[in-house]
């Protein structure tokens, strides 16, 4: 689909309302990465040094906070919906649905269901739907987890999926590197639709189509943030000091946190809104009225207890015979190496054989 380069130029004067969730388990960056969105000390970190506390589930917690912005002079109502607690209990179930729930459920495709069908509507309604998630993957250097291919198999048909890597600045270049790699595999292989900046070659200009294949390049973007200042080189920036250097927050050679920033609440946040209007939320609109039309408005029962653990089992399945072709093909990869160093080594030792040969025969000639 293509992306509206018009869109950028709407509703400047009035500016913009827009709702971005932030989903990843703790120790992902997530509450720093939005602090350093906006530049302001918007969540607080969690932080208990109560042993008794230790064995405590955080639980299902879902935190709206609104603050505003202003982009280059244009005002942005920018809603942060925070979900602490994702990943870090022993059963995830319930953070599955409810997450699915709230993105269905009241102020948000509900809300709006409903407002459309009033004869007078409401002229200060504000819509509340989540236009963009990020999903905050750990910084592993592995693959990912049944855990995030789920979550994002889940959420994609109802928000635009944008993955990340927090913390990337664990990650050494190379480390860095093939874990993007490893994760677009993942993701290709799985079949999850995230929002990978869409174009249309035959209907977008060249700019569009090359900024949008740039962004697309990135994915999943590897960030760092940071809510502290510090001094390189005689300028002061926002970023991290090591012992063995510093990590640049602004700097795209450090972190592809500005690239993103940009994206979000400027170059693709009307194509974001456009799109879950457009797309996202016809489709479940269509859903919806499709299934009371047909007898009553029941809720979807493909995702019962019995279908997600058949699905987790096949999921299991598929990761184990993806991994089992990786090992096939290191294995066959290694044994046609041995097979060319046996080909070489016999190769000269019949070449020294004939050197001997000549040799010798030139001795007795002598």
Wanted: net charge negative.
């Amino acid at each position: 689909m293509a992306h509206r380069l018009g869109g950028r130029r709407k509703n400047v004067k009035k500016g913009f309302q827009f709702t971005l969730m932030v989903v990843g388990a703790s120790g992902t960056g997530r509450t720093t990465f939005v602090n350093t969105l906006c530049d302001d000390h918007v969540l607080s970190k969690k932080v208990s040094d109560d042993p008794e506390d230790a064995h405590n589930e955080e639980g299902i917690n879902i935190k709206p906070v609104s603050v505003e912005l202003d982009e280059d002079g244009v005002r942005i109502s920018l809603t942060i919906v925070d979900t602490p607690g994702f990943g870090d209990n022993i059963d995830n179930e319930a953070w599955y649905v409810h997450k699915v729930d709230y993105l269905d459920d009241k102020k948000q495709y509900d809300d709006i269901l409903a407002e459309e069908s009033r004869i007078k509507r409401n002229p200060r309604f504000r819509d509340n739907r989540v236009h963009a998630l990020l999903y905050f993957i750990a910084p592993t250097g592995h693959a990912l987890r049944e855990i995030d291919i789920e979550l994002m198999r889940r959420l994609s048909p109802r928000v635009n999926v944008i993955p990340v890597i927090g913390r990337a600045d664990s990650l050494t270049p190379q480390e860095l590197r093939d874990f993007k790699k490893r994760i677009m595999e993942d993701i290709e292989h799985y079949n999850i639709p995230i929002y990978n900046f869409p174009y249309d070659v035959e209907e977008d200009d060249e700019d569009t189509i090359e900024e949008n294949s740039e962004l697309r390049a990135l994915l999943p973007f590897s960030i760092v943030g940071s809510e502290e200042e510090i001094t390189v080189n005689g300028r002061t920036v926002r970023g991290r000091q090591y012992p063995w250097g510093a990590v640049e927050v602004d700097n795209p050679k450090h972190s592809d946190f500005g690239r993103l920033r940009s994206a979000l609440l400027s170059s693709h946040l009307q194509d974001l809104k456009e799109i879950t209007h457009d797309i996202l939320y016809e489709n479940y609109r269509t859903e919806k009225l499709s299934r009371t039309v047909n007898g009553g408005d029941q809720e979807d029962a493909s995702l019962n207890a019995e279908d997600m653990a058949s699905q987790s089992v096949r999921l299991k399945e598929e990761q184990l015979r993806k991994e089992e072709e990786k090992l096939r093909e290191i294995e066959l990869k290694v044994q046609r190496e041995i097979q060319e160093k046996r080909a070489e080594l016999l190769s000269k030792e019949e070449a020294l054989r004939n050197l001997e040969a000549r040799l010798a025969q030139a001795q007795l000639a002598d």
